[in-house]
């Protein structure tokens, strides 16, 4: 069964907008991940936010995590083309090594 | 090595065919993931090893997928009597060790059964 869901399905914008994503999960955590996928193949690990962080930022990524809601966001700022990629959020348990992930968010960063 | 290395990139198999794929972890990882990516979904988990041995196999859809690690590096996923549901993108992964490492994966092999 899938922990994560990611919101929204689709998202498009033009270059220099920001974008938003959310993911809901289920049951309790010991950290959420979010990774980026390019066409389909290898994910790229983006960020990693423990049960105990609220907010973490790398770079033009900011990470925020609400345990009491079961839900993170992922913002993107000032976004590129090159942007463009299918992101998911992941979610580990207790046990931790298994990551369970979503649908994921497409989404397309236009020139 | 730089990062997780998978092959082959593609495979196209006809059903009934067994197909073999390999998995080369970062070096000095001890724990290895394989997940499978159906079109348009997220990661399913198959099976995980810390070190050679596998304690948690649940995610193997069948008695026709079966793995191994040897020497705690290279690891072969097998998928016997291959199915036209077997196709997918297969990945793997590694970390440092289990529990709350970051995952790094590798670029997936995608698996075609006619």
């Known amino acids: 069964s899938q922990q994560g869901e990611e919101d929204p399905q689709a998202l498009s914008i033009q270059e220099g907008e920001n974008a938003t994503m959310n993911c809901s999960y289920k049951?309790?955590?010991?950290?959420l991940q979010w990774y980026r996928q390019n066409s389909g193949r290898g994910l790229v690990h983006l960020i990693l936010?423990?049960?105990?962080?609220r907010e973490k930022h790398s770079g033009r990524l900011r990470v925020t995590l609400d345990t009491s809601k079961k839900s993170s966001s992922l913002l993107i700022t000032a976004s590129r083309a090159a942007d463009t990629a299918s992101y998911f959020c992941?979610?580990?348990?207790?046990?931790?090594?298994?990551?369970?992930f979503g649908k994921g968010t497409l989404l397309t960063v236009n020139p | 090595g730089a990062g997780v290395s998978q092959s082959p990139s593609n495979k196209v198999t006809e059903k009934g065919k067994d197909v073999e794929l390999r998995c080369d972890p970062i070096?000095?990882?001890?724990?290895l993931y394989w997940y499978r990516q159906r079109l348009g979904q997220g990661l399913e988990f198959l099976i995980y090893?810390?070190?050679?041995?596998?304690?948690?196999k649940s995610g193997l859809p069948s008695d026709r997928f079966s793995a191994e690690r040897t020497g705690e590096s290279v690891s072969t996923l097998t998928i016997q009597r291959t199915q036209q549901e077997d196709s997918a993108v297969y990945l793997c992964?590694?970390?440092?060790?289990?529990?709350?490492?970051?995952?790094?994966f590798g670029p997936g092999t995608r698996l075609t059964v006619l």
């Open positions: 992941a979610t580990g348990g207790g046990s931790n090594y298994k990551l369970t």
């Open positions: 049951t309790s955590i010991n950290n």
């Open positions: 992964a590694s970390s440092k060790g289990q529990g709350r490492d970051t995952q790094y």
């Open positions: 090893f810390q070190g050679n041995s596998a304690p948690d």
């Open positions: 070096s000095g990882h001890t724990a």
């Open positions: 936010i423990r049960s105990n962080e």
